[in-house]
């Protein structure tokens, strides 16, 4: 690696000084040899040279192997928390099962905390300037797409209440019309639905794609440096 070849070239230049400053000293010994005592003390030197080298590169090896890992976990549960969104239907959805909204809404949210642990991790070893800028249009368009569904959600919760507030409100005679009126209701939610979030994906994809490329050339010049 670069930097090592630096340091080693520096080890060279401190030896060749230290050879020359006791050159006298070696001299009067009688031969240009050093004693067993000189040759310690270079040994010495040059071993301490050895292990900061050593702890400079594990350490810089460390740090690149965090800033590896950061970024690749990122733009996992970058993905994670996307796919969860998208990967939201309500169809199945009916009087019986209607708690299923409450457990979409707990994997949106932990998909979200998820996400937001990943990027702390992301925003203290990753240094790039091109992708931080990507990631705040990025994470805004993707909010705005969760708060979406989230909103959806609500609506359908209401929906429900509707439609408990009918079977004990109306007549019976009145509650298949009433219901039907409903079930429209219900379809037209879902169909906004699904219509907003083509297009907010629409939107999102290309920068997704974006941010794929970004993140891997990243990755490409961490590999150079190591």
Sequence with gaps: MEIAQIILEIILVIIGLYLALFKSYFQEKGKNLATKEDIQDI???VETVKNQIHFTTQSKLSLKTEERNALVNHYEKYNYWLNTILDTYFGGINEENKEKLKDYEHRLNDAKFKYEIADGRKEVFVNN???????????????????????????????FFEVESMRSTTP???????????????????????????????????????????????????????
Aim: no cysteine; charged share 40%.
């Design 43 to 45: 040994t010495k030197l």
């Design 129 to 159: 300037e091109e992708i931080d800028e990507l990631l705040k249009e990025l994470k805004i368009k993707t909010l705005e797409l969760q708060h979406m569904i989230e909103k959806k959600i609500g609506e359908l919760e209401y929906w």
């Design 172 to 226: 019976l005679d009145q509650q298949v019309a009433k219901y039907k009126e409903l079930l429209e209701k219900k379809t037209n939610i879902l169909k906004e639905m699904n219509a907003e979030r083509l297009e907010r994906y629409k939107e999102i994809a290309p920068k997704d794609k974006e941010f794929q490329i970004l993140v891997y050339n990243h990755l490409q010049n961490i590999i150079k440096e190591e």
